[in-house]
């Protein structure tokens, strides 16, 4: 009923080939990010720097590694009369999802020291914290409402915004870390969810290709050594749920009956919740084409309505709940909502920051080796002239994945690329039903998957271990802030990556000291602050030497910044933080 490949390993040159060709052409990913983006530019955003300090150094390993694999697959093709060891039995996945989950857990704090870089962490946090307290937002403190959005300067909802704190994202996400939070451990949302996405992953994988148990063997190695799905799930980030609820949708869809489809049109308006509903919509969409192509008109009816029921649940009446539970949006606010139009407005005035080769080549370094030839050698498992007759489920998988990847939008933070990660489950599925193409089962090429297993496991670790170090100066920064003895720390955010993201309160919960953007006070506030408060400032002359990572100091409206320094220097506010040499701050 739902066909993954006509063919079944008989190949033998097309996985040399594949590897080949896969090594030239991260070799030439890692080129032309470096010739548009790196070569000649003094000033580099957030996307370039981890490009230059990361990306690009493990993609050019990726390639050689992949030449020499390449050249093993040519003499792996040679029988050598050994008997060759098949597939083990299912311990080793089983274990490997529980060490992932583990991994994961751990992470949290050996890796992210428990902070969140990001301010879409930030209010998944927040919103976490507020829905387990059993409300919809934050009431905002009377005395702290002149200074609402230097508190919370981005990211907020714009219902209610003049009297409450609440978050732009859908709440589905934040719910499931709010339920963990009430069993003990918000922080053990993410890896559990991790897990039941693996292991609907594996169960897709044996539905698809219950022959061959090599093939979900590697189905399941590229999903284990991806760097991105581990470490992704060592933060509060809405894309390890993606990931998990798009398998559960698609292990339900191909139940094939009633209950199936039934259930799996409650994942997918879970899923539209998440935090963004267009999200799932990449991934359901081209399995609804696939029913419509296979003459599936009932199935492909029933879930084409359910995208609709997405869009109207929490494009329509999600915004009207919110307006109605804490109050509509004031006229002066222009922040954006979820809204359809909102929405697509947003995604097309984004499209000026489209990064297809930053963004892939985080994608490439940060998963195995092997994930896109294998997925590309997916091509062999449709028979082409015959595809008018059955469309095998290869083809939606890899429309959806190509979406992804052309879709390569400014993604800020992503340990990996983010954005992908709903059609990560897709790729691993391609990779195995590519493998089942072309290599014949019980073949000696399994040794050339344990090797890119074992180099992905060590290339994985180091852009783990770097990257803990880049957060380590944040997570610091930010200690030192939450230790400070003042009423208000304000943050002059020159010299670093995102230092806006500093402005934060512990879950919404807003307490001694209230963190400010010192960018987003007037004169007139900064007088009443310093007249009323003690006042701290926390700025580069501090945080550099934490760790942060140093960026040149002036920008468009840095001298705003400079103006308000200058004038907290004239009536004597704001000491340090932390004592460092006077004259830093200019």
Same mark, same amino acid.
């Given at each position: ?20 060709? *896969?090594?030239?052409?991260? $070799? ?78 751990? *992470? ?5 020291? *428990? ?9 998944? %946090? ?27 300067? %981005? ?68 999903? !284990? ?44 308006? $879970? ?86 080769? !930053? ?42 994945? $190509? ?64 990257? %803990? ?89 840095? %001298? ?27």
């Amino acid at each position: 009923m739902f066909p993954s490949s006509d063919r079944a390993g008989g190949l033998s040159r097309a996985l040399p080939i594949a590897l080949s060709l *896969g090594a030239a052409l991260i $070799l030439a990913l890692s080129l032309g990010a470096w010739l548009w983006h790196i070569r000649d530019v003094r000033i580099r955003g957030l996307a370039e720097y981890f490009f230059a300090r990361q990306d690009m150094w493990v993609l050019d390993m990726q390639a050689l590694a992949l030449a020499g694999l390449a050249l093993w697959a040519l003499a792996l093709r040679r029988p050598d009369g050994s008997p060759h060891a098949r597939a083990g039995g299912n311990w080793p996945i089983a274990a490997g999802i529980a060490i992932a989950m583990l991994v994961a857990w751990l *992470g949290r704090n050996l890796v992210f020291h *428990g902070y969140s870089p990001s301010r879409d962490e930030v209010m998944v %946090e927040l919103a976490g914290a507020y829905l387990a307290d059993g409300h919809i937002g934050w009431s905002i403190p009377a005395e702290w409402i002149p200074y609402r959005r230097a508190l919370m300067p %981005e990211f907020y909802s714009p219902y209610g915004a003049d009297t409450h704190w609440t978050a732009i994202y859908l709440p589905v996400h934040a719910a499931i870390r709010a339920l963990f939070g009430w069993l003990g451990s918000a922080d053990l949302a993410a890896p559990v969810t991790l897990a039941a996405g693996l292991a609907a992953l594996w169960h897709v994988a044996r539905k698809l290709m219950p022959d061959r148990r090599d093939a979900v063997m590697i189905v399941m190695i590229m999903a !284990l050594t991806s760097a991105q799905l581990v470490t992704t799930a060592m933060t509060p980030y809405a894309m390890t749920s993606h990931f998990a609820f798009n398998m559960v949708w698609l292990a339900l869809v191909l139940r094939g009956d009633r209950l199936g489809h039934g259930m799996a049109a409650i994942v997918a308006l $879970l899923a539209a919740g998440l935090h963004q509903w267009h999200f799932p919509l990449l991934f359901i969409g081209p399995f609804i084409l696939w029913m419509a192509a296979n003459r599936r008109w009932g199935g492909a009816a029933f879930h084409a309505l359910v995208m609709v029921a997405m869009m109207i649940i929490w494009a329509r009446l999600w915004p009207m709940a919110l307006t109605e539970l804490v109050g509509a949006a004031p006229p002066s606010d222009a922040h954006r909502t979820n809204g359809i139009f909102d929405k697509l407005q947003s995604l097309f005035g984004r499209l000026e920051k489209w990064q297809p080769l !930053l963004n892939n080549a985080r994608l490439v370094g940060w998963n195995n080796l092997m994930l896109l030839p294998l997925a590309g050698l997916s091509m062999f498992a449709v028979r082409w002239r015959g595809l008018l007759r059955e469309v095998p489920i290869a083809v939606p998988l890899l429309l959806g994945v $190509l979406i992804g990847m052309g879709l390569a939008l400014y993604q800020g933070y992503g340990w990996g690329f983010r954005y992908m990660h709903g059609q990560m489950g897709a790729l691993c599925l391609l990779a195995g039903l590519g493998w089942r193409a072309v290599v014949p089962e019980g073949g000696r090429q399994m040794r050339l998957v344990a090797a890119a297993a074992i180099f992905s496991l060590l290339s994985g670790l180091w852009l783990v271990q770097d990257s %803990e170090g880049y957060v380590r100066g944040y997570a610091r920064t930010m200690a030192a802030i939450r230790a400070a003895d003042a009423d208000v720390v304000l943050v002059d955010i020159r010299g670093g990556y995102y230092m806006t993201d500093l402005v934060r309160f512990d879950e919404g919960r807003l307490a001694r000291p209230a963190v400010i953007a010192l960018q987003m006070l007037s004169e007139a506030q900064i007088d009443r602050l310093c007249a009323t408060k003690r006042v701290a400032i926390m700025d580069r002359s501090q945080f550099w030497p934490l760790g942060v990572h140093p960026v040149v100091p002036r920008f468009a409206g840095s %001298e705003y910044i400079q103006q308000r320094r200058d004038h907290m220097a004239a009536i004597g506010c704001g000491r340090p933080v932390i004592a460092t040499p006077a004259g830093a701050h200019d």
